[in-house]
């Protein structure tokens, strides 16, 4: 990354010059503000460059990895806008709270942020380029690129060798066959969803795409793919209706290890929707994510295994697919050698106090577990540390070596994510602070209480919410000059104020004249409001200091 970002310091003081403050634009020359880093107006130009510089599917592209800036710089306030304005909000809670998401890190600190994305079928290469480069695909430059490599690239026998082993095994344990045309019309599908075409003329949504496409964009990217999903789609009530595939590894098997970026591209999947997972650069050195990174872990914290490399067999040109042959999935330890194959990996070890929260969390657990940790939670403190092994032989992976620490320790197998930004998302990212920061304005203006406004009128007093602008608007109104207007404003048994005077003989007058209103002026002397009857016509607060005094 090229730097550090201009950080916020509040609204620029009078006087000020400074260009880093995150001032709104002057009123005079209106832009135009949409949620979203890449449709910030000022970042139109900047994208444009940007993308006539990216050469997919070439090694000479850069490993570009984005990462968010240090929200936690800011005012409360505006963090908390940016968040909503940036981040999938209902994807984070989700795969949060079903423990597929920053477990490893208690939630308080989290590691990973889905981006919000744009959802028009789409959505799978849209997070792709939103986490590598900070933009959209919205210009379909990787769906383009992703359809060329299924319908006529290099490796797309090999795409439809590893697709058809998965799918022959799946369809093995539905009791399902194809025929062979079958298998070929099944394939011509999968090659349509990619096709920059929108699902029909009506519409401007395309066509959403499969398991198989992620692992032909990780050919396209040379870089490998870790999908974060949840493993079962369920009803509003919570119940079970169908297994999530999407979850796993997906590595370009295809292209050789030392040729491919070894930083993998993070993406979440909830609700039939992609989004990037990236990371947060540190408050002290925006540069340090690039240089140190952070290791996720790569076991399925509900099985305790590695996550699954999806399509990692291919059984060759050769293979008799019409012989009776058994198709045999991919080992742990061999998806290790893979993994290891493609990104940098290394073991870690997690404390116990990590592992006292992980065990304690029912999402983490699979149901031998769960029964266990019943039992031991009713045997105290014994039954903690029982607890704490019990979540160890659950979740460990097999084969892992020993831990050097000592106490109830688990080692995890991780990867390193080192985040290095194009060198036009610091000032995409600039940019959108600042029209951000404006419309954070322009909200809180809006939907701030409105001030109350007190309307005086010789001792009455009258408050009403009203809004500054629309007071001063009435301010500046002419004041009326018809003297025969009735100023005089009263309900029965009300008390109001009265604009005229009258002499008090007169008012003696109609106090004392039989058929007169049963609302009259108070009788106190130079009081300017109303009594009734029932009060002797005296007002309401006269009458009341009366009673008080005697």
């Known amino acids: 990354m090229s730097g550090a970002l201009v950080v916020y310091d509040g609204p620029k003081q009078e006087g000020s010059t400074s260009s880093n403050c995150l001032e709104p634009p002057d009123t005079g020359a209106t832009k135009k503000l949409a949620r979203g880093i890449s449709r910030a107006t000022e970042n139109a130009d900047l994208v444009d460059h940007a993308k006539l510089q990216l050469q997919l599917g070439s090694f000479d592209m850069p490993e570009f990895t984005f990462s968010l800036p240090d929200l936690s710089i800011y005012p409360d306030d505006f963090r908390q806008f940016l968040e909503k304005d940036l981040i999938e909000g209902g994807c984070l809670s989700c795969l949060e709270s079903a423990g597929r998401l920053n477990w490893w890190c208690g939630g308080k600190n989290r590691v990973l942020w889905p981006l919000a994305t744009t959802g028009d079928g789409n959505c799978l290469l849209h997070a792709a380029s939103l986490g590598m480069w900070g933009f959209h695909d919205r210009e379909l430059f990787l769906r383009e690129t992703l359809y060329n490599t299924l319908s006529k690239g290099e490796i797309r026998d090999a795409l439809y060798r590893r697709w058809k082993w998965r799918q022959a095994s799946l369809n093995a344990v539905a009791g399902l066959s194809y025929t062979d045309e079958e298998w070929i019309t ?180 699979n149901k031998t577990a769960k029964q266990l940790m019943g039992v031991a939670k009713q045997f105290g403190s014994i039954g903690k540390s029982v607890s704490k092994r019990i979540w160890s032989m659950a979740k460990r992976p097999k084969n892992l070596p020993s831990s050097s620490t000592g106490g109830y320790s688990d080692t995890l197998l991780c990867v390193r994510i080192r985040s290095r930004r194009h060198q036009y998302a610091d000032k995409m990212l600039q940019n959108y602070l600042e029209s951000a920061h404006a419309r954070y304005l322009l909200d809180r203006k809006t939907n701030s209480p409105v001030s109350e406004m007190n309307y005086g009128a010789g001792k009455s007093k009258f408050y009403a919410a009203s809004d500054s602008n629309c007071y001063e608007t009435v301010s500046k109104l002419p004041a009326t000059t018809n003297p025969n207007k009735d100023q005089t404003l009263y309900l029965s048994r009300s008390t109001f104020y009265d604009h005229s005077i009258l002499p008090k003989e007169s008012t003696v007058a109609l106090w004392n004249k039989p058929d007169a209103d049963s609302v009259k002026p108070c009788r106190t002397m130079d009081c300017k409001f109303f009594g009734s009857a029932e009060h002797q016509y005296y007002c309401s607060q006269c009458w009341s200091d009366r009673h008080y005094h005697y």
Not at 235 to 243: K, N, Q
Not at 357 to 365: G, Y
């Open 186 to 365: 099944e394939w011509q599908g999968i090659v349509d969803m990619a096709s920059t075409h929108p699902r029909n003329q009506m519409s401007t949504s395309y066509q959403s795409l499969e398991e198989i496409h992620i692992l032909a964009l990780a050919h396209v990217l040379r870089r490998p793919i870790i999908v974060v999903a949840e493993t079962m789609l369920r009803d509003s009530e919570g119940e079970a209706l169908a297994p999530i595939a999407f979850g796993g590894i997906y590595l370009p098997l295809e292209i050789d290890g030392c040729l491919c970026h070894r930083t993998p591209l993070l993406l979440a999947y909830h609700s039939a929707h992609f989004s990037p997972l990236v990371t947060v650069d540190s408050s002290s050195d925006p540069s340090e994510g690039s240089l140190e990174g952070y290791s996720i872990p790569l076991v399925d914290p509900d099985t305790g295994q590695l996550y699954p490399v999806l399509f990692a067999v291919d059984p060759g040109p050769d293979w008799d697919w019409n012989a009776s042959q058994e198709l045999l999935d991919c080992q742990s330890d061999t998806m290790e050698i893979l993994i290891r194959e493609y990104m940098d990996c290394e073991y870690q070890v997690f404390t116990p106090d990590e592992i006292d929260r992980l065990s304690e969390s029912d999402v983490a657990k």
